[in-house]
């Protein structure tokens, strides 16, 4: 499975330790940063979440300090729907419910383990469709009627 991985500063070791575990079994491409230098998140979420949305991978992964400020500048982009997953709970969630095509990790709040474990259960997990179709369609039409 094709993955895009990237991180701002505060999410590098996370990036790294992530990006070893899933080349074993996966092709993952590296979006940056590539270094602890102070970096800016949207330089790192938005060209990653447009190559998502424009079928170039799977899915993407994005880790910040929180996850919360990359979740927000993925999900400015058309066809993303990015997930803040802080848990495995909520990892299954997100694809389940909400197809979600990037997950949003906090680098300063998980363990190693349970981030590479929530990241596993997110690329295995199937989408239910049914219910959840009809929700996301109404986020499709939107996003189709504004510029």
Avoid at 17 to 34: A, P, R, T, Y
Avoid at 83 to 95: L, W
Avoid at 127 to 134: A, D, K, L, T, V
């Amino acid at each position: 499975m094709k993955l895009a991985i990237g991180s701002d500063h505060r999410g590098y070791k996370l990036k790294e330790f992530l990006k070893q575990k899933l080349s074993i079994s996966h092709e993952v491409q590296d979006f940056g940063v590539s270094s602890e230098e102070p970096s800016d998140y949207p330089d790192i979420a938005i060209p990653l979440a447009e190559r998502v949305a424009k079928g170039d991978f799977a899915f993407g992964i994005l880790i910040c300090y929180t996850g919360i400020g990359m979740s927000i500048a993925a999900n400015k982009v058309k066809g993303i729907r990015a997930a803040h997953v802080t848990d495995e709970r909520y990892a299954i969630i997100s694809r389940k419910h909400n197809n979600a095509n990037v997950i949003c990790l906090p680098g300063g709040f998980i363990k190693e383990e349970d981030a590479l474990n929530a990241v596993i259960l997110f690329l295995e997990t199937e989408f239910e469709g049914g219910r959840h179709n009809r929700r996301l369609d109404k986020i499709a039409n939107y996003e189709r009627s504004t510029k």
